[in-house]
């Protein structure tokens, strides 16, 4: 079965200063990698996705990704962050059969500060 | 165009008592998905369908929990006899390819 971990459950950062959000899977198959960004009270919104070829995914506002199989890693960059910026970050491998469930971290809260 | 709609948005339900929940996926998308997102954690994987077929309800936590897609579109998400642990947010996605569009989900609160 696969697994997730995001291993920081709370990043502070200053605005304009660069961000990483870890994230390791388990998995012994070839995955879809996933990173969703959710604002207070609303779902799920994809900020980007791996699903084969290159293994640096950009995706929106400015984040971007490096899939690393060797390290089954998936971090997540952006070299400055701004206020809107904060929200609940959430990694999230899927089965490689491309609609078959996601299977999420626990988050990594973002908060960035004036 | 419309994304994933979901209702009520916001549901308090006494224990013991059963609740539905809706989830309207986008049009012409073929796979959707439950997921339960308890207070502070992230999304777990609750039921998936393709169409109106059922192909993995491995996550529902007991069998209070009931899903339904009939006419391979709208889906309905049943919990008979609801108990406190029960409260959580339900969020529904429905994906064509590869990429799961999420609703705002239902934040279900049960006292």
């Known amino acids: 079965a696969q697994s997730v971990t995001q291993l920081d459950s709370q990043v502070p950062v200053f605005e304009e200063a660069p961000v990483e959000l870890r994230c390791n899977y388990s998995?012994?198959?070839?995955?879809?990698l996933f990173w969703y960004v959710q604002y207070p009270n609303q779902g799920l919104q994809l900020l980007l996705k791996y699903l084969s070829g290159s293994t640096l995914v950009k995706g929106i506002n400015g984040f971007e990704a490096e899939f690393n199989k060797s390290q089954t890693s998936f971090h997540l960059r952006k070299p400055s962050v701004h206020i809107s910026d904060t929200a609940e970050y959430f990694c999230a491998p899927g089965g490689s059969g491309g609609s078959e469930k996601l299977v999420f971290g626990k988050g990594t809260k973002l908060t960035v500060n004036p | 165009g419309a994304g994933v709609s979901q209702s009520p948005r916001y549901k308090v339900a006494k224990r013991g008592q059963d609740v539905a929940l809706r989830c309207d996926p986008i049009s012409g998308h073929v796979s959707l998905f439950w997921y339960q997102q308890a207070l502070g954690q992230g999304p777990e994987f609750l039921t998936y369908f393709q169409n109106e077929a059922q192909l993995d309800k491995s996550g529902l936590p007991s069998d209070r929990f009931f899903a339904e897609r009939p006419e391979g579109s709208v889906s309905t998400l049943k919990i008979q006899r609801t108990q406190q642990e029960d409260s959580a947010v339900y969020l529904c996605?429905?994906?064509?390819?590869?990429?799961?569009?999420f609703g705002p989900g239902t934040r279900l609160t049960v006292l």
């Open positions: 996605a429905s994906s064509l390819v590869s990429e799961q569009f």
């Open positions: 998995s012994s198959v070839s995955v879809y």
